[in-house]
């Protein structure tokens, strides 16, 4: 029932599947016993439970109040479908001519206000389903983000999170991250980019700061569709500081956004920390904003450097940074330059970028006389970047050089 009944009528292959049964936990073990899945208790408040099985989840609630109450329950009457046992689909009458038309609609109002994730859901089904959201429908979703606005009123950030990334993964990213600002939704779960919005740049930059942000995530896609959701909040919150450091030049006779970079990677920190991300996916995208600026050299001993102090944000860093000049107005041309330096970065010996330490910690320690610290951490840092240059390709180059830059430090007392 629900979403995965939707789908098949749309013609797509539903990700999970949804039961109302009079005895979820009863039916819930026999398909886990069938399937050799585990059956487990979702929601004990509601009596919920899930099956998963080789990629799939299997939802068992229970029917109270009956089938017809239990659908008029939920947000649009597309998720309003069931099929009996018999392969009768039930569900609102006007579903049928929501189906064919390929609308969104809500069964009434009320219910978007029942969950305050409703409207944001709204949203992303009409881009990653292809839907075109009703126009009553429509209104009270803005009515919505407008009440949500005001009251605070917010679901989890775990399930905002949920549905902000199924947007971002998805081809069409640029378009449902519009329909939110479009909405009212925007200022709600992301207000730092809402911030963005009518902060006009100029020099180069044809659009304002949030319409850029869009572009550049559109253009990444574009060039890059295998991007993982790091590179894709990245693209999209590269600028997210431009707004707070902009400040008038005369002298320039234009806007200048110093160290925005920098603020920038703090902000990006902060906001996918508090949409509840995987910290190694916090740490790579506000990675990726510090460094945006900083393209690559044209080749040879500092080209061999750069790749040796970002190789964690390599390539992802260069198709970034091409999204983001494809954003640009007449900077199309200096993309042939990023394509020339990620070539030449992909063309590199294997092991280039991440040489295997000639000397360990220890042996530093005891080559420098040096207790343990961060001078021990130093000078293994600029021995692989010497090794990541073609400096050192020994263990007694690697003692030479060591001894050259750092001498024997004698400890005190």
């Known amino acids: 029932m629900g979403g995965a009944v939707r789908d098949l009528l749309l013609g797509n292959r539903p990700k999970d599947l949804d ?57 649009f009457t597309l998720n309003a479908l069931a099929v009996s046992p018999r392969g009768v689909v039930v569900g609102p009458a006007i579903a049928r001519y929501d189906l064919e038309h390929r609308l969104l609609r809500a069964i009434r109002k009320a219910n978007l206000w029942d969950d305050p994730l409703r409207s944001l859901r709204a949203v992303r089904l009409s881009v990653t389903a292809g839907l075109r959201l009703e126009p009553q429908t429509e209104g009270w979703v803005r009515e919505h983000a407008q009440h949500l606005r005001e009251t605070r009123s917010l679901p989890a950030w775990e399930r905002v999170a949920e549905e902000l990334n199924r947007i971002l993964l998805h081809p069409s990213a640029a378009l449902a991250l519009h329909r939110l600002e479009r909405l009212g939704l925007l200022g709600v779960y992301l207000p730092e980019l809402a911030a963005g919005i009518g902060v006009e740049q100029q020099g180069a930059h044809h659009l304002d700061v949030w319409r850029h942000s869009l572009e550049v995530l559109a253009q990444l896609i574009l060039l890059f569709p295998q991007a993982d959701p790091a590179l894709r909040w990245a693209a999209l919150l590269h600028d997210v500081a431009k707004p707070q450091t902009r400040q008038w030049s005369p002298d320039k006779g234009r806007y200048t956004f110093y160290r925005h970079d920098e603020l920038g990677a703090e902000l990006t920190r902060q906001i996918l920390t508090r949409l509840r991300q995987p910290g190694e996916r916090v740490e790579q995208a506000a990675r990726l904003v510090r460094l945006h600026m900083q393209h690559p050299p044209q080749g040879g001993r500092e080209l061999r450097r750069f790749l040796h102090r970002r190789r964690k944000e390599l390539p992802g860093l260069i198709w970034l940074q091409m999204a983001d000049m494809a954003g640009i107005l007449g900077y199309r041309e200096r993309m042939q330059g990023l394509r020339e330096r990620l070539q030449a970065i992909q063309s590199l010996p294997e092991g280039t970028a991440a040489p295997k330490p000639l000397l360990d910690g220890r042996e530093v320690m005891q080559l420098l006389d040096l207790e343990p610290g961060p001078q021990v951490g130093q000078a293994l840092a600029a021995l692989l970047e010497a090794q990541a240059l073609g400096e050192v390709q020994s263990r007694a180059e690697a003692e030479g050089f060591l001894r050259e830059v750092y001498g024997p430090r004698r400890r005190e007392g």
């Open 19 to 75: 039961f109302v049964v009079p005895e979820p936990e009863r039916s819930a073990r026999a398909l886990a016993d069938r399937l050799g899945g585990g059956a487990f208790l979702l929601d004990p408040g509601r009596g919920l439970w899930r099956v998963a099985a080789s990629g799939q989840t299997y939802d068992y609630a229970p029917m109270p109040h009956g089938l017809e109450a239990d659908l008029l329950r939920r947000d």
